[in-house]
C-alpha cells in the first residue's frame, strides 16, 4: 500500500510542478502580450479612417454567417452587418435549415427576391433550397438543407465572389469600423492569409440599432467569470502567440481569411466541432508544408460582441462541445506536433494546446481529486496539498487578474471605475470553484471525444436576443 | 528542459514528503513564484483602480468644460473672443483643450486656420507638438506630426525615412498638408516602398496635388524599369480615377510581368491614348491561355465597351471556369444590346445557360435600380 502512496505522491508533484509551469508560461505569454500591445497601438483615428473608406483599391470582402434558427437576432445582426464602414463588402447569411422564421424574416425585413446566383465554387454541401438576394442591399441569403456550421460555411464560400471572406456568428454584432481594422495586415503584408479579431461579451453592455453604444460589465458573475476568461485568451495568449506567427486559433465569431487560401486547403471541415481551430491549424499546415511564406494574425482592435452564456447548463455545453473539437482536431493533426518540420507551429504551437489547452483540465481534475482524497484518508501530506493549492489556485489568480489588468493598461474599454473593480473581484473569486467546474466539463467534453459520442453539430444555447438598450444596461 | 522538469518534480516529491530542511527551500520558492506575484497584483489592481477613479473624475470634468473652450475657441478665431480666458483654460485643461483644438485645426481652412496656427503658437501647442514628435508613444507622435502639418509647420525630412511606417506616412501626409514646396516629388519617390495600406492613405493625401503628380511624374512612374515604382504609379491612377493619357501605356506595361499588367487593366480606361490601344490589350490578355486574367480582362472590356471582343467572351462563357465564365456573361450584359442578345440566345439554348441568366437578372436589377 505504501509504494501506491508513493506513486500518487510523485504523480501529485509531477501535476503541482506542472501547475506551476503552465501558470509560469501564460504569464510570460502575458507579459510579452503587454509589450506587444503597448508597441502596436495603432488605434485608426479619423484621419485615416476616411481615405480607407473611400479608397478604390482596397480589396472587397464577403461576410460570411452562417444562421440556425436565429429569429430572435436575425434581422438586427444582419443589418448591423450592412451598414458597417467598409467601401466593398456583401453579407451572405446562410439559413441551414432552420425550424423557426428565420429565413421568413429575412425576405420579409430585406424585400428579398429569388435569384438565379450560381456558385463560383463546388465544396460539397447539404443541398441548396434556393438563393435570395436584395435588389438594393449587398445582401444574399442562401437557404439550404440542414448540414451544420462548418456546411454553411462553405457553402457561403462557394458564392462569395471577394478576395476576402469574413466568417462571422450570426448573433454576434460586429462593431462599425471592425472591417476596416481587421484588414489592415492583409494591406500591411501581402503575405497574410488569414486575420482574427477580438471577441468580448455584450452582456452588461448597451445595445442600440445594432450598435454598442455603452461597454459595461455583465451583471451576473457567471458572466464576469466568462469576461475574464475572454480576456485572458485573447489579450494575454493569442496576442503573443500571433507574434510569434503560431497562434493556432481564430474564433469562428469574427476571422477574416484570404479566400484563395480557405479553398485551398478544402474550406471548412465538415462535421468539426472546433471548425475554426481546424481550418487555422490545416492553413499552418499547408502553408509550412509548401514552404511558403505566410502570416496569420491577430488584432485586438476589431471588436466582435457576443452574447455569453449566463445559465450554467448552456455554459457546461458549450465548453463541452469547444474541448470536444480541440481534442479531436488535435488527434486530427497530431503528425504535426513535436514536428520541426512545421517550425514554431509544430514545436511551440502545437504543443503548448496539447499540454495547455487539452490536458490542463485532466491534470487540474487528477490534482484536485487526489488532494482531497489523500487529505481525507491521510495518504498526503498538507505540504503536499499546500502546494498543489499555490501552483494551481493561488498563481491562476495572478493569470486572472493579470489579464483585467492587461486590458486596463492597453485597450482599456470598460470607462467605468466600478466595471474594472467588479472585473478584478470576478478574476478573484473565479479560481474558487468557478474554474474547478469548468475543468471538469471540459474532462467530460475529452471523455466524449474518445468515447467519439454521437455529434450534434450546432450547440444549441438559450439566446435572449440583443434586448433593448434598459434591459441589458449595466447598474451604473 | 526535461532535465529541469523531473528536477523539479523530485524536489517537490522530496520536499512533500516530510524533508524538512527541503520543504524549508521550497516554501519560500513557492511564496516567490505565485503569492509575491499575487500581492504586487494585487497592489498594481487597487492602484489601477484609483487611477482610473481620477481620469474618469477627469473626462467628466472635460465633458462639462468642453462646450466654454470649444465657444471661447471659436469666439477667438473669428475675432471676438475672450482670449485671456482661452489661456486660462489651456492652462487649466490642457488635455480637452488640445482635443478641441486638433478637432478645429482638423475641421476649418482659410483664415481661420491661419488664425489657429498663430493661438498655436502662443498657447505652447507648437513647441509641444514638436516636442511630442520625438515620443515612443506612436499615437502621441502621429497626433503631433499631424497637428504640425495641419498648422503648416514644416516636418523633419528625416520622419520620412523613419523605419515605422505609420510614422513615415503621417509624416508624409503632415508634409504634404504643410504645403512644402517639394513635398509631392518627394512623397511619389516613397510610394514603391510603402505596404498597399501606406500606397492608399499617401494616395489620398495626394489627391489635391494631382495634376501636378500627372503632368510631371506619373507617366515616368509607369515607364520607370522598377516594377514596383511603375505598380505604385498605376495603384495612384486607380486611387484617383483620374485620366492621364500616356503613349503606348498598353505597350509599356505588356511587356512587363503579369501581375504588373493585371494591376494595369483597370487603369486602362484613364491611361490609353487611343481606344484601339486598349482593345488590342483587352484582345490579346483575352486569349491568354492563363484563365486567371480573364476575369478583369472581361470587365475592363464591358468597362471600355470594346464590342470586338465579344467573340472571346462568347468563347470563356461557354468553355471558361466559372469565375471567368460568369465575367464574361456580365461583360456581355454590359455590351449593350448585341451582347444581351446573345445571352438570351444561350438561355434558350446555350450550353451553360445558368451564368447568361445571372448576368441578365443582375443587369436587369440594376437597370430598376
Known sequence: ?476 | MIGVYVGAVYWVYRASSGASESMARLLPLATALAVVPLVLMTILAVLSMIAKSIRYVARVGAVRISPEIRETLAGVVVGDGDRERLRWLAGHYPRPFEVIFTEFLSSFGGQINSELSVLAEELGLVERWRRATHSRNFLVQKTALANLGRIGHPIDPGFLRHPLEQTRIEAACAALASGLADAPALVFKMLPDQSQLGRILLADSLRPFAPEICERYLADGIRSPDIRRAKASIDLLRAWERWIPITGFSQLVAKRDMDLRLAALPALRFAAAAEQEAAQEIIDLLNLPDERVHAPAAKAAADLGISASIPLLMKQLRQGGPVSALAAAQALAGLGPEGMDLLEKEIVSGERPQYALQALEQSLVAERG
Open chain 1, 1 to 476: 500500500m505504501s509504494g501506491f502512496f508513493h506513486v500518487i505522491n510523485i504523480v501529485l508533484a509531477v501535476i503541482t510542478v506542472y501547475a506551476f509551469v503552465s501558470n509560469l508560461n501564460y504569464f510570460v505569454l502575458m507579459s510579452l502580450g503587454f509589450f506587444v500591445l503597448r508597441t502596436q497601438r495603432t488605434t485608426e483615428g479619423s484621419v485615416e479612417r476616411d481615405p480607407l473608406f473611400k479608397s478604390r483599391l482596397m480589396p472587397a470582402i464577403s461576410i460570411i454567417a452562417p444562421a440556425h434558427n436565429e429569429e430572435l437576432s436575425i434581422a438586427q445582426s444582419t443589418r448591423s452587418m450592412l451598414q458597417l464602414e467598409y467601401p466593398e463588402h456583401e453579407v451572405i447569411i446562410v439559413n441551414d435549415g432552420s425550424n423557426d422564421r428565420t429565413l421568413q424574416l429575412l425576405v420579409d425585413e430585406f424585400h428579398l427576391y429569388k435569384s438565379a446566383r450560381q456558385p463560383l465554387h463546388d465544396f460539397a454541401t447539404a443541398p441548396v433550397n434556393a438563393v435570395y438576394e436584395s435588389q438594393n442591399l449587398k445582401l444574399l441569403v442562401i437557404d439550404k438543407e440542414n448540414g451544420g456550421k462548418s456546411d454553411s460555411l462553405n457553402a457561403a464560400i462557394n458564392y462569395a465572389r471577394t478576395p476576402l471572406v469574413a466568417a462571422v456568428d450570426s448573433d454576434s454584432l460586429l462593431e462599425s469600423n471592425s472591417l476596416l481594422l481587421v484588414v489592415r495586415p492583409f494591406l500591411e503584408e501581402e503575405s497574410t492569409i488569414a486575420v482574427g479579431g477580438i471577441i468580448r461579451v455584450v452582456n452588461g453592455c448597451k445595445v442600440e440599432n445594432g450598435e454598442v453604444t455603452k461597454v459595461g460589465a455583465p451583471r451576473t458573475m457567471l458572466a464576469k467569470f466568462q469576461v475574464v476568461e475572454y480576456l485572458r485568451a485573447f489579450l494575454g495568449g493569442r496576442v503573443a502567440l500571433s507574434y510569434m506567427n503560431s497562434m493556432l486559433l481564430i474564433s469562428g465569431a469574427f476571422g477574416l481569411f484570404r479566400r484563395e487560401s480557405v479553398i485551398e486547403a478544402g474550406g471548412f471541415q465538415a462535421g468539426s466541432l472546433a471548425e475554426d481551430l481546424e481550418l487555422v491549424i490545416r492553413l499552418h499546415r499547408i502553408s509550412r508544408e509548401k514552404k511558403r511564406d505566410y502570416k496569420i494574425v491577430f488584432v485586438p482592435t476589431p471588436v466582435c460582441w457576443t452574447e455569453v452564456p449566463d445559465s450554467r447548463q448552456n455554459l457546461k455545453v458549450q465548453r463541452i462541445r469547444w474541448q470536444r473539437g480541440g481534442v479531436e482536431t488535435m488527434w486530427k493533426h497530431r503528425g504535426m506536433l513535436f514536428n520541426p518540420k512545421f517550425g514554431i507551429v509544430g514545436c511551440f504551437g502545437m504543443p503548448y494546446l496539447l499540454l495547455l489547452e487539452i490536458l490542463g483540465p485532466c491534470t487540474e481534475v487528477t490534482g484536485i481529486l487526489i488532494t482531497i482524497l489523500g487529505l481525507l484518508f491521510g495518504f498526503i501530506s498538507l505540504t503536499s496539498a499546500l502546494l498543489f493549492f499555490i501552483g494551481s489556485v493561488l498563481f491562476g489568480t495572478v493569470i486572472s487578474i493579470s489579464a483585467v489588468l492587461l486590458e486596463e493598461f492597453t485597450t482599456r474599454r470598460y470607462a467605468h471605475p466600478m466595471d474594472l473593480a467588479s472585473l478584478i473581484v470576478a478574476a478573484f473569486i473565479e479560481n474558487f470553484g468557478y474554474r474547478q467546474i469548468n475543468a471538469l466539463w471540459r474532462f467530460k467534453g475529452i471523455f466524449d471525444a474518445l468515447r467519439r459520442k454521437k455529434k450534434r453539430v450546432w450547440g444549441t444555447m438559450t439566446r435572449r436576443g440583443f434586448a433593448p438598450a434598459a434591459d441589458l444596461q449595466s447598474t451604473h
